[in-house]
């Protein structure tokens, strides 16, 4: 049996919230990863067999890797058809604020969100939320939101409602936001839930091959390349950097998730205990952080890159030119020292 972890409050409000709605709207992070996009296309099966209209808008394009997930095609992308999404969003009577903790978190979404009437659940698993959602589902010890959003479903009685098409998206954003469950997963409800998801169906070593384990040969020459010439390894700071610029990143016909969990890989080197990955947008300077033990990554991200995350896995923007991401990186290595 999972341990009770949410408040019975927040669940008797997001059952009337639900009871209420027909109109509904699934929305999740920028540059949404296998866990917002699991959790999102979760919930839409859920609520499309419950009879509920939905649709799922998310602020960029959905990462070509999980298009094996049912649902992806239905994805409306933000950056793509603004102006339907904005009219959805506008005729909605419930937003779903899936994975991400605060509305900047939604780029070019921000406004129309703000904007909108409907009444807003938050159902997320990072630090520091901001209070912008009537019903607020908040636990940052859970794995990840896959995992908070099948205890909600429990809690909600609709347990025998879950399809195994839901079940395979709930397992994608578990999986994925514990490289497949090798940080972040000890607490052994996680095998529980993944348990019960595997009795509905779910192939989970079929999903690992596709979600985890599938590469273009481009992606294959980029990570070879990232880890032979832009790795550095600072062994008197137990640290490693990886940077690709845009000119990096077209020379191996770069796509959108091609560099997904680079950052983890020199965790592999036993004197590595932390690493960052810097890679070149055409506005800003994207930077993901990983570590292990108690080096907390968010709070170097919260400080120099205005992001935040979770103690050992966390991430941020740096809005200037490279080399002076590279330089406040090096900074950062300067006040270690001290």
Known sequence: MLTKIIKETEIEALRKVLAESERIVITCHVSPDGDAIGSSLALYHLLRDLGKNVNVITP?????????????????????????????????????????????????????????????????????????????????????????????????????????????????????????????????DLYIILSELIKKGVDKDRIYTLAMNTSSEDRVRLLGYAMSEKMKVFPEYKAALITLTQDELQRFNYRKGDTESLVNIPLSIPEVQWSVFMREEPEYIKVSARSQGEFAVNRLCETYFSGGGHKNAAGGEYRGSMQQAIDTYMSILDTLKK
């Not at 070019?108 to 703000?114: A, E, G, I, N």
């Not at 010890?141 to 909600?156: A, N």
């Not at 079940?167 to 994608?172: F, K, L």
């Open 60 to 188: 960029d394009m959905p990462l070509l890797s999980l298009r094996f997930l049912q649902g992806w095609k239905e994805i409306i992308p933000f950056t793509k058809y603004g102006d339907f999404g904005t009219q959805l969003i506008h005729d909605s009577d419930l937003i779903f604020c899936l994975d991400f903790n605060s509305l900047y978190r939604v780029d070019r979404m921000r406004d129309t969100l703000m904007a909108s009437k409907a009444r807003k659940v938050l159902i997320d698993h990072h630090l520091g939320p901001e209070p912008f959602a009537d019903v607020m589902i908040s636990y940052p010890k859970m794995s990840s939101t896959c995992e908070l959003l099948f205890r909600v479903i429990c809690r909600l009685g609709l347990f025998n409602e879950v399809s195994r098409t839901c079940a395979e998206c709930i397992t994608t954003g578990m999986m994925t936001d514990t490289g497949n469950f090798s940080y972040n997963s000890n607490n052994p």
